[in-house]
């Protein structure tokens, strides 16, 4: 499997929540906010690329029948060493990821690709796969987010300096002024209305672009006979 | 292969699982014990953090060593207290009170005049966006006690503006703000109570009275328990109350009735049996 067609996979056609509808618990759970969303985005990210390597890794050793124990154990081992790694070196980013870091742990994803990829698949290929799925989920998790924050508080990007650090505080939008918020979109309602609008935007995308590939197909078809 | 053949054993994949447990408990532990000190710091630096904030000036002695347990409404709570050459100055402890999805506590600093010299929110489950202007990266708003105290304002006005107090409600959470402003006046309320043990200036002959005091008090504040039941049916009336305008006077009601206490007289705890406290309650609980 080449490596373009890995990241295609990863960010568009595959894509972890708007393709295979996977991780939709944290995902909604989240995207009050775009700068959540990136938070979870990123070290779901983090996980998924170490626990593809370490699978990928020992793929070999695994026999069939107890994989996906083994599997789960693995990556709840990872998942509890970066919360704990992060609680001691990197404190100030823990208190803004620390919530996140444990909802990783019930990410089908991670499993998913585990299962479906890592398994099957050198170290290296599998490495890009983590990391072009966990970019596919984040940029997923920051379009939710985006959209649920500009509709629900008419900010973007509100308090990405505590994420990021002061150096980032200039995404901060404040794009409707004196806006009253509509709380239902940072409710989890909102999560499921902007998730489907956004998944049926897509399905669209997809369709015309299939169209245009079908009609380019049958013009260069066309003259040859 | 021989691995392949070697994999298809019962043996194999038992000794596998076996192992690959052991190895990750093992990695667990080593790294449990790598960060552990590490975490601690972490913590007592945040503490230590927080007891800065809402503790302006300088003190002479190590707040985190220097503590005392007093009985409060919800259990002990640990105060700090800060010492200028010997003296307390000022004390800090955490309260709480029920928000609109789970409990927020607050830290608050008060001088020995009984004056807030500050009040943080530690942790909180609210709205984000809407509760969350609590926090002071995200609002000015927990500011506004710095300077109160229990006589300014009085009693009666502490409380948010829409229920008849001085302090802001946010627009579309109401809930938050005042579970805030009845954690911080129960704060208080604690304060002026258990004055001379926080202080550490009870006389030696007047220890045994005032433990005895303290008990009183206590099994007093027993009956201020009530406020937590109905503290805790709050959110729930509440959920349905945020957009419709009936449920916020069911609220007001609420909170009006658990203003009552404490404009009237101790005696009026004692003499108002239990049948008072729980039966509106228990009405309330079956109507949600």
């Not at chain 1, 509890?80 to 990821?97: F, I, P, Q, R, S």
């Not at chain 1, 444990?102 to 796969?129: M, Q, T, Y």
């Not at chain 2, 004390?91 to 005049?113: D, H, K, L, N, S």
């Not at chain 2, 005895?212 to 039941?229: F, I």
Request: proline residues 4%.
């Amino acid at each position: 499997m080449s490596y373009a067609s890995i990241a295609k996979d990863g960010l568009w056609d595959n894509n972890v929540v708007f393709a295979q509808m996977l991780a939709l618990c944290p995902t909604l759970a989240v995207t009050g906010s775009a700068t959540n969303g990136l938070g979870m985005g990123l070290a779901t990210t983090a996980v998924l690329l170490a626990s593809n390597v370490l699978i990928s890794a020992v793929r070999h050793l695994v026999s069939e029948e107890v994989r996906i124990p083994v599997y789960i154990v693995l990556i709840a081992t990872l998942v509890t060493l970066v919360d704990m790694g992060l609680n001691a070196w990197a404190h100030e980013l823990y208190k803004v990821l620390g919530l996140f870091i444990a909802l990783i742990v019930v990410n089908c994803a991670i499993l998913g690709r585990a299962e479906s990829f890592a398994s099957k698949s050198p170290v290296a290929e599998s490495a890009a796969d983590g990391l072009m799925m966990g970019l596919g989920f984040t940029a997923a998790l920051v379009a939710i987010g985006g959209v649920r924050e500009i509709l629900g508080s008419g900010t973007l990007f509100a308090n990405a300096h505590l994420l990021l650090g002061q150096s980032f505080a200039f995404l901060e939008l404040t794009l409707i002024p004196e806006y009253r918020g509509y709380l239902l979109m940072i409710l989890p309602p909102g999560g499921f209305l902007v998730v489907g609008f956004l998944l049926a935007g897509k399905r669209l995308l997809d369709r015309r672009l299939a169209a245009r590939h079908a009609a380019a197909a049958s013009l260069s078809l066309a003259p040859s006979p | 292969m021989n691995l392949d053949a070697l994999r298809a054993k019962l043996s194999y994949q038992t000794l596998l699982l076996g192992s690959v447990v052991l190895l990750t408990s093992g990695a667990l532990a080593v790294a449990s014990r790598t960060t552990e000190a590490d975490i601690q710091a972490a913590a007592a630096r945040d503490l230590q953090a927080s007891l800065a904030q809402v503790l302006p000036g300088q003190y002479d002695n190590d707040l985190l060593q220097d503590t005392i347990l007093i009985a409060a409404p919800d259990g002990d709570t640990t105060v700090y207290r800060a010492r200028r050459a010997g003296r307390v100055e000022a004390v800090v402890f955490q309260t709480e009170a029920r928000g609109y999805a789970g409990p927020v506590v607050c830290i608050m600093g008060v001088t020995r005049e009984g004056q807030l010299l500050g009040v943080r929110v530690l942790k909180h489950t609210e709205t984000p966006g809407l509760g969350d202007k609590i926090e002071p990266a995200k609002s000015k708003w927990i500011h506004a006690f710095e300077g109160k105290s229990l006589a300014d304002p009085a009693t009666d006005k502490w409380a948010v503006k829409k229920d008849g107090g001085v302090f802001d409600q946010f627009a579309g959470a109401t809930i938050t703000p005042r579970a805030v402003v009845r954690a911080v006046r129960q704060g208080l309320e604690l304060f002026a109570k258990e004055k001379p043990r926080m202080l550490g200036e009870e006389k030696e002959g007047q220890a045994d009275a005032s433990r005895n005091r303290g008990e009183r008090a206590s099994t007093r504040e027993g009956q201020a328990v009530v406020v937590k039941p109905l503290a805790r049916q709050q959110p729930r009336s509440a959920g349905g109350a945020r957009s419709a305008g009936t449920g916020m006077y069911m609220e007001v009601h609420e909170d009006s009735e658990h203003r009552t206490p404490h404009k009237g007289t101790p005696t009026f705890y004692g003499l108002k049996p239990m049948k008072d406290r729980m039966r509106p309650d228990h009405a309330r609980a079956v109507d949600l």
